[in-house]
Each structure stands twice: as structure tokens, then as C-alpha cells.
T-cell receptor
């Protein structure tokens, strides 16, 4: 069974540029999460989807971050414009609805210069 | 808000037993999870405790005391490959699928 797929794995951009991350969850997983992980810290939830509905986006900086999961399967997280402080690893995870275990993808390491 | 406390670093030798503690302060606690993350890798699920007591899975065990707002991860027969970061994460009852992670414990296993 394929795990959570994310692309790209690495991205280097200049500040003020836009960037997008893509995630394909495990087949059959209704719930999809986007996390941000800063160096030496635990993952921090940005947004959670149940199917195509964003049910928890309270931690998403909405002035510059946006996300979508149009058909309830894969998802895109966008930052526009990027700031230096956005440098981090962006992790996508998925789970069955109500599941105790979340399955994480390998993440996208973003460096903003 | 929520807060979790776990040691930042732990060092042990191969074959030993190590315990990583986690204390939490939350409103609406539902359960405690543990995840392992190797450098540059994805967090992977180790265990979940919703009830008080000890859960054992192979060399790893996890314990929860809801009355003490405390849990721990116990790793036995340490191997070099166990060197990684270990995160405790609380699952909240208000939004039951949301996890709030601690800052992680870096475990180094020495030969």
C-alpha cells in the first residue's frame, strides 16, 4: 500500500515569491491534515479536512496561506507571498475518520531566502 | 491553551531501557499519542492511550495516568536504530482528531 505522497521534497525560493505544496493521502482516508514543523519542534497543525471540507483552519495564517482539497482526495497548500519565517518542513498526514493513528508523508522542506 | 512538557534530550546505551516522560496541561483531554521521527523522516505512529494503564507493543510500551496528566514511553532492549526524536501528542475531546504535539525528545543510543 502506498503511503502519503508529497511533492516537492525540497523547495528554495526568495521571499515574496509564491510556493505550492501537493499531497496525495492514503487511499480511503477521509481526513487530511497539513502541519508545519520548525526545526527542533513538534508538528503544528495548520488545517484539517474531512473529505473536501476544511473543518479546522484556526491555525492557518489566512493572509498568506491557502489550501484546497477539491475532490476530497489530494490537496494543495499555497503560500503567497512567502516570508523568511515560513522556512520549515510542511507535513501532510491522513487518517480514517475518527482514527487514532495519523500517517505522515515525508514532508516538503521549504527554505525562504 | 495546551502545553506539553517532555525532556529535550535523553542518552542511553544499546540494550538498556529508557523512559521518556510527558506531562500535559489541556482542556478537554481525550488521549495521548506517541510518534517517532528519524532525522529527515516522517513522524510514525507508535502508540495511543485513551485509558489509564500500560499498553505494550513489542519493545515499546506507553503508560497514561489521566489523574496525574502524565504519560511515558518505555523503550526496552534499545537498538542503534532507536536513535530518533520522540513526540508525545495530546488528542483533544473538542476536536477529537486534532493532535497537539510536544517539542520532542531526542534519543541518542550509544554502542
Amino acid at each position: 500500500e502506498a503511503g502519503v505522497v508529497q511533492s516537492p521534497r525540497y523547495k528554495i525560493i526568495e521571499k515574496k515569491q509564491p510556493v505550492a505544496f501537493w499531497c496525495n493521502p492514503i487511499s480511503g482516508h477521509n481526513t487530511l491534515y497539513w502541519y508545519r514543523q520548525n526545526l527542533g519542534q513538534g508538528p503544528e497543525l495548520l488545517i484539517r479536512y474531512e473529505n473536501e471540507e476544511a473543518v479546522d483552519d484556526s491555525q492557518l495564517p489566512k493572509d498568506r496561506f491557502s489550501a484546497e482539497r477539491l475532490k476530497g482526495v489530494d490537496s494543495t497548500l499555497k503560500i503567497q507571498p512567502a516570508e523568511l519565517g515560513d522556512s520549515a518542513v510542511y507535513l501532510c498526514a491522513s487518517s480514517f475518520a475518527g482514527g487514532d493513528e495519523q500517517y505522515f508523508g515525508p514532508g516538503t522542506r521549504l527554505t525562504v531566502t | 491553551g495546551q502545553s506539553l512538557e517532555q525532556p529535550s534530550e535523553v542518552t542511553a546505551v544499546e540494550g538498556a531501557i529508557v523512559q521518556i516522560n510527558c506531562t500535559y496541561q489541556t482542556s478537554g483531554f481525550y488521549g495521548l499519542s506517541w510518534y517517532q521521527q528519524h532525522d529527515g523522516g516522517a513522524p510514525t505512529f507508535l502508540s495511543y492511550n485513551a485509558l489509564d494503564g500500560l499498553e505494550e507493543t513489542g519493545r515499546f510500551s506507553s503508560f497514561l495516568s489521566r489523574s496525574d496528566s502524565y504519560g511515558y514511553l518505555l523503550l526496552q532492549e534499545l537498538q542503534m536504530k532507536d536513535s530518533a526524536s520522540y513526540f508525545c501528542a495530546v488528542r483533544l475531546s473538542g476536536s477529537a482528531r486534532q493532535l497537539t504535539f510536544g517539542s520532542g525528545t531526542q534519543l541518542t543510543v550509544l554502542p
